[in-house]
């Protein structure tokens, strides 16, 4: 849904919450005892094995049970404390055996946890219930004054100062790029858009709000694949067809009232020469001037072997 769009938003917020701390990635047999520091999920104590739990007077304190218990850059062992293995954005970074997770830290292959609420994630992050992930949000006060709207809108503010999706009726309700899977009740990421398209799939282009939506959002479309047999209706200049649930009504629709923007034709290119010269799916057709048979007569239909002044761009016609 929404993960895509936010990861960057989390990366930029774990960069910014673990600046002033200390996190030490030296090489193994550098020493480290004695190195401590607090953040938002705890205090830490490292030495020469790893980073534990401690109560922030360079006592090991309590113990993680999960690798949200660390902090960035850690991991839980199965021993219950918390080890280094580094930042990341994606697999790749991270060593052999281990795999980049949605606190942008590597974490052994297979310990990656599946959430199913938010409360089984850290503040600052929501449970994305299709894929089981915790995703990288932002942070609020809540009870303050106005804290759901600076979440901003399509979120709201939780008991763990998280920002999370808040639950949505319409389209309205969501962000520009997002609509709202009323059956769901959540903002569905997908992209924006303009007359000119810009929709992947099967989706298309909600112009009144610059969104690509399910076809179904608004009705007859102007674009998007035909599966059925039916054949396009011939419509006056100015009009498109109107396509349904991948078939051709019958009917014509103004382009300027198409809801997702109307389609590009050869005919739209009949005062533009050069343009439809440079098309590769228009042909140009030219008339000739002031063309006589080998008569002399002037050529009229049908006529044949006729020799012409000059000829003159007509129109546009689809190849």
Known sequence: MIKNALMIAALTLFSTALAGCHLYFGDDNEARDGYTYCDDTGCYECDDWGCYPSDGRGEPGWTCTS?????????????????????????????????????????PEGSNEVCTADADCPSGSFCDEASGACVGSWTCDDGAAGADESCGMGFECDDRNTCIPQPCTDDGMCQEGCYCDEGAGECIETATCDANG??????????????CVPPDEIGPTCQGDVS????????????????????????????????????????????????????????????????????????????????????????????
């Open 67 to 107: 690798n949200y218990d660390c902090a960035g850059g850690c991991y839980c062992t199965d021993d219950g404390f918390c080890e280094e293995a580094g930042f990341c954005s994606s697999d790749a970074e991270c060593a052999p055996g281990f795999e980049c997770d949605d606190r942008s830290s590597c974490v």
């Open 198 to 211: 810009g929709c992947f799939g099967d989706l298309v282009c909600d112009l009144d709000r610059n969104t």
């Open 228 to 319: 059925c047999d039916i054949v396009a209706p011939v419509c006056p200049v100015g009009s498109t067809a109107v396509i349904e649930d991948g078939c051709y009504t019958g009917a014509c629709m103004a382009k300027t009232d198409c809801p997702d923007g109307a389609p590009f034709e050869c005919s739209d290119l009949n005062n533009d020469e050069n343009g439809c010269i440079g098309n590769n799916t228009c042909s140009t057709v030219y008339k000739g001037v002031n063309c006589t048979s080998p008569n002399g007569d002037e050529c009229t239909g049908g006529s044949v072997d006729c020799t012409c002044e000059s000829f003159e761009y007509d129109y546009c016609e689809a190849i």
